[in-house]
């Protein structure tokens, strides 16, 4: 147990709805971030987030968004679902920033199926 | 931009085989670099790291060396196991392109061990 939770772990829904996937890091780490796990575009970095402050974005779609409360807790938003967003949704988090002494942990992954 | 390489699977090993499986990288500066392994089910978990030239990263028997004039750092275990049985992913964060928040993966390699 990685100590990231990601809920729900399951999720179908169908094309043009929207759906929030939730994370809750690691007791004490301030960094969040968010990847997707696709068969076609294998493991993409989205967006992180650091404190409650969005620090760097990826290959993150107009219609998803994401924030970070000041519990630390992050939500990713899917709207306007294709489908093509299905996919494996990974949250991960750390103390600080990703980096050479700086270890990310995995959630299990939100698996989202848009019919 | 950067990228990550990997050779392609699946692998199928019987048990006490050796096995290589092979990651190139292109990065602006000098990434850190990562071999993360995903068991089914689960989310990544990070298997070893190196963060400078001519490091090794170790851990559960495998191993990785950072060599920076091949831009490679190739997965090595003598002898796997039964249990070794995951997808296995190459990664780096690069800090010279403005990329140290955030991992770029590989495309995975699928490694199954007989017994």
């Known amino acids: 147990d990685s100590g990231v939770t990601q809920t729900p772990k399951h999720l179908i829904t169908a094309t043009g709805q929207r759906v929030t996937l939730r994370c809750s890091p690691r007791?004490?780490?301030?960094?969040v971030y968010w990847y997707q796990q696709s068969l076609d575009q294998g493991l993409q970095f989205l967006i992180h987030?650091?404190?409650?402050?969005?620090?760097a974005k990826g290959n993150i779609l107009e219609r998803f968004s994401a924030q970070q409360f000041p519990d630390l807790h992050s939500e990713l938003n899917l709207s306007s679902l294709e489908l093509g967003d299905s996919a494996l949704y990974f949250c991960?988090?750390?103390?600080?920033?990703?980096?050479?002494?700086?270890?990310?942990?995995f959630g299990q992954g939100t698996r989202l199926t848009v019919v | 931009g950067d990228s990550v390489t990997q050779m392609e699977g699946p692998v199928t090993l019987s048990e006490e085989a050796f096995l290589t499986i092979n990651c190139t990288y292109t990065?602006?500066?000098?990434?850190?670099l990562f071999w993360y392994v995903q068991y089914p089910g689960e989310g990544l978990q990070l298997l070893l790291k190196?963060?400078?030239?001519?490091d090794k990263g170790s851990n559960k028997g495998f191993e990785a060396t950072y060599r920076k004039e091949t831009t490679s750092f190739h997965l090595e275990k003598g002898s796997v196991q039964v249990s070794d049985s995951a997808v296995y992913f190459c990664a780096l964060s690069d800090r010279a392109s403005g990329s140290a928040r955030q991992l770029t993966f590989g495309s995975g390699t699928q490694l199954t061990v007989l017994p």
């Open positions: 990065a602006t500066g000098y990434p850190s």
């Open positions: 190196a963060t400078k030239a001519d």
């Open positions: 007791s004490g780490d301030l960094s």
């Open positions: 991960a988090s750390s103390v600080g920033s990703h980096g050479a002494n700086t270890e990310a942990f």
């Open positions: 987030y650091y404190n409650g402050e969005e620090r």
